[in-house]
Structures are given as structure tokens and as C-alpha cells.
């Protein structure tokens, strides 16, 4: 199983690096291509007219389009909404698609280990602590795998614009401190990560069968989005306390986040959150036997 599992998180690690480089091809392929043919099907047409236009309007907007340099725009391109651009391009970046292969693989190893009663044979040999220190970290790697591969996306991205300007539309808060802009756009990504393999693990202490453990933890995930959303963002936050800050509370895009309250909530929130999975998880997990019986039970 060891090998299958290393086997998996090798094939979503190629997996979403693919989807990346097909991405950013149909984005240069596609988006960028069209835009050079248009501006140069636009700048012909207004060369027709050898500087005689039928009226005002014609000649203000064909000496704007004459004068634009499409090449050097390319250049000035800012880095979050090449991010935004290249985003839209990339098959399969559905955050409910990557939040199920999540789940898919943090699930695979930890139900098949208590399904088919591992445990009780390695604790002859080992320490119950470090077998479940080697459960967890299991299923952590495809969080940390999925977050590895969206530093990957940052680094591209910063290749082909040269600059890392977050300011536009996508991100309309601008901040001096860049370095820590991205620190909070990494941590906020992991945070989210783990807690759908947090609640993974919690699933999977109690659902040893692999398809109803991937089905249930990703049931939970959404209904804790719709609680955040409507209990505590919509009537706790909004209509009670009259404020737009429950927008933080957003555990689905784990790849952007609100700025508008600043950079600590887009930190605070999630790690909240995950701590208090973290809890549930060492009260499911810290009695030995109780996690025995559960496996015997599977017999």
C-alpha cells in the first residue's frame, strides 16, 4: 500500500503540473493570439483609411489603436491577473474538482490500514504514537503536494510577467509589504488544505470503506462552506452585526482570498478552523484501544 500511495501522490503532482502547461499554452495559444490578430486586424483597418476618417470618432479611436503597442502591454502585464487569465484556461482548476482529489487520495492508505486491520499487527513491533504519526503524515501529503504545486503556479507566473504586482482586478487592496502578502497567500493555502485532510482523517476513524469515506468527507467540507456561509457569514456577521467580514470565512477558495479586512483574518480564520479539527482528531485518536476495536471490527 505504501507503494500505491507514493504511486498517487507522484500521479496528482503530475496531474495538476500538467494542467498548469496546458493552461499556459492555450493562454498564449488561445487568449494572447487573438489578441495579436485582433490589434493587428484593427490596425489595418484604420490604415485603410490613410488618416482621411468619415468623422471624429473614427479618427480619435483609430489613432488610439495606432498608437497602442500590443507587445510592450504584454510586457507590462501585471502578475495577478496573468494569474487570473492563465487560471481561466487551466483545465480541471475547479476548486471542488482539487478539494475531491484531495479528500480521494488523503483517504486511500488510512482506510485500507484500519479495513484491513493492519494496526494490530504493527503495534507488536511498534509504538502506537509513531503508527499514527506515519497515518497523519499520509494523509497530510496531498495538501502539501496540491499546495507544492500551487507555488509552482506562483513561480510560472512571475516568470512570465517578471513582476509580482497584485494590485488590479482581481485584487483591488494594495499592500507595501509584498513579501508578506505572499506569505499569507501560502499559509492560507495550506491551512485550507489540511483541513480537508483534517476532516479526512476524522471520516476516516469511524468509515473504513474507501468510496463512502471520499463520499462523506467531501459531503462534510461543503456543509461546514454552507455553514461558515449562511449561518455565521450570512445572518450571524451580515445581518446581525451588520458587517461584510464573514467573507472570510471561505474554506473552498483556497487559492484566493479577501483582502478587504486586511491580511491577518485571511491567516487567523482558517487556522482557527484547523485547529479545531485538529482537536476532534487527538479525541478520536489518542485512545489506543478504542482505535483497536474499531479495526477488529471490521472482521
Not at 500538467?18 to 495559444?29: D, N
Not at 507590462?76 to 487570473?84: L, R, V
Not at 479539527?277 to 478520536?284: E, P, R
Request: with cysteine.
Amino acid at each position: 500500500m505504501k507503494k500505491r500511495r507514493i504511486i498517487l501522490l507522484t500521479l496528482l503532482f503530475i496531474f495538476m503540473n500538467s494542467c498548469l502547461a496546458i493552461g499556459v499554452y492555450r493562454y498564449y495559444h488561445n487568449y494572447i493570439a487573438g489578441l495579436r490578430r485582433f490589434d493587428l486586424e484593427t490596425k489595418n483597418f484604420c490604415l485603410k483609411y490613410n488618416n482621411e476618417y468619415p468623422n471624429e470618432e473614427y479618427r480619435f479611436r483609430c489613432t488610439q489603436t495606432l498608437e497602442f503597442d500590443f507587445e510592450a502591454s504584454l510586457k507590462n502585464a501585471k502578475f495577478f491577473d496573468t494569474f487570473s487569465w492563465v487560471e481561466d484556461y487551466i483545465p480541471f482548476s475547479n476548486n471542488f474538482f482539487i478539494i475531491f482529489l484531495v479528500v480521494a487520495v488523503s483517504c486511500y492508505y488510512i482506510t485500507k490500514y484500519f479495513k484491513n486491520n493492519i494496526l494490530a499487527n504493527d503495534l507488536t513491533r511498534q509504538k502506537y504514537r509513531a503508527i499514527i504519526k506515519k497515518l497523519f503524515i499520509s494523509c497530510w501529503s496531498p495538501a502539501l503536494v496540491v499546495a507544492i504545486c500551487y507555488i509552482i503556479r506562483l513561480i510560472v507566473y512571475y516568470i512570465m510577467t517578471g513582476n509580482f504586482d497584485y494590485s488590479g482586478d482581481g485584487w483591488p487592496y494594495e499592500y507595501d509589504n509584498v513579501v508578506f502578502f505572499f506569505i499569507t497567500y501560502v499559509l492560507n493555502l495550506i491551512f485550507d488544505l489540511l483541513i480537508y485532510t483534517n476532516i479526512s482523517i476524522i471520516v476516516s476513524r469511524k468509515v473504513h470503506n474507501y468510496p463512502l469515506a471520499v463520499v462523506l468527507s467531501y459531503i462534510i467540507i461543503i456543509g461546514i462552506e454552507l455553514f461558515l456561509e449562511i449561518v455565521i457569514s450570512g445572518l450571524l456577521i451580515g445581518w446581525w452585526l451588520k458587517t461584510d467580514f464573514g467573507m472570510v470565512f471561505n474554506i473552498i477558495d483556497f487559492n484566493r482570498f479577501s483582502t478587504a479586512f486586511g491580511l491577518w483574518p485571511p491567516i487567523l480564520v482558517p487556522l482557527g478552523i484547523l485547529l479545531i479539527t485538529s482537536i476532534i482528531i487527538y479525541l478520536l485518536y489518542h485512545k489506543k484501544e478504542n482505535v483497536l476495536i474499531s479495526c477488529e471490527s471490521n472482521d
